[in-house]
């Protein structure tokens, strides 16, 4: 009987220092009120987006949710109304896999609000597939949809500035690539429809996530705009979705123990669009509320520069 409960009571130590110096996360502090200012949150129906939009309509901004799905999204902005008491949260549909929808939502967004101070790229998908337009689905959602917003957004944006673009990468940017050809051609960056080939393809585009706002910074030097991206945590959310239900099943004790939940994401997307004082970090990655270095290829300016100039070319078609 001892021997068990030092094995329970050792294996019950092991995973809190697990949990407490791996998965759980800082909170983000601040009591700024955001009152007049206008934030748009892609992906922003549940999960991380969801509780980003909450905080930011709690400090009274006009939240605008950007998302694929009406009546999802209609029921998020309901329950963020009437959670924050901010009746200034609105849908406006947003498919992110659809270059065409992207300058729909842009076109509709610019003709109706007069602001624009956060653009909070928060929208991601895992999964096999191809965008409306043929690209890869995790480049077309997680990068180019978001490249072709942000160029499209970036005059409102200086005209209100100071203003923050804030993009949600991963930690996972570090096992990703650049493959130039394959989104050219309009391929899948991973061939296959293998969860390794899927989560490889999520990876590429959370590298692309970290280049894309390199790059941003650099052509924004000397504007009244800023631009951070950032590592979320290990978060259980829906971005699983895609899996066949045994790989979620496999997911799911492991999720329970483990991951935050997605107020706990939402923090460090908090950090980077309200903490004052980071400016001088922009183009910059952050993780667990603060700077972070990103990986080899996450600096390469070169990169980021071609990997510009390529989502400029396959956006113009």
Known sequence: MSVLLCLTVGAICIYLIVYYSV???????????????????????????????????K????VILACRNKDKAEAAAFDIRTESGNNQVVFMQLDLGSLES?????????????????????????????????FDLGFGVNHLGHFLLTDLLLERLQKCGPSRVVTVSSILHYLGKADFPLMTSKKDLVSGQSIWRNLQAYC??????????????????????????????YINTELSRSFSLWQQLLLVPFAKLFLQDPEGGSQTTLHCALQEGIEPFSGRYF???????????????????????????????
Do not use: M
């Open 23 to 57: 998965f759980k996360g800082a909170r983000y502090c601040s009591s700024v009120k955001l009152r007049g200012k206008t934030a748009i949150v892609t992906g922003s129906n549940t999960g991380i987006g969801k509780s980003t939009a909450l905080d930011l309509a």
């Open 59 to 62: 400090r009274g901004a006009r």
């Open 102 to 134: 992207v300058r729909s939502f842009v076109k509709t967004f610019l003709e109706t609000e007069p602001r624009l101070d956060l653009l909070i790229n928060n929208a991601g998908v895992v999964g096999h597939g191809r965008t409306e337009d043929g």
């Open 204 to 233: 590429d585009s959370k590298l692309c996530n970290v280049l894309f706002t390199r790059e941003l910074a650099n052509r924004l030097d000397g504007t009244s705009v800023t631009c951070f991206c950032l590592h979320p945590g």
């Open 287 to 317: 993780s667990n509320c603060a700077l972070q270095q990103v990986g080899a290829k996450g600096r390469d300016d070169a990169l980021a520069k071609k990997l510009w100039e390529v989502s400029e070319r396959l956006t113009s078609l």
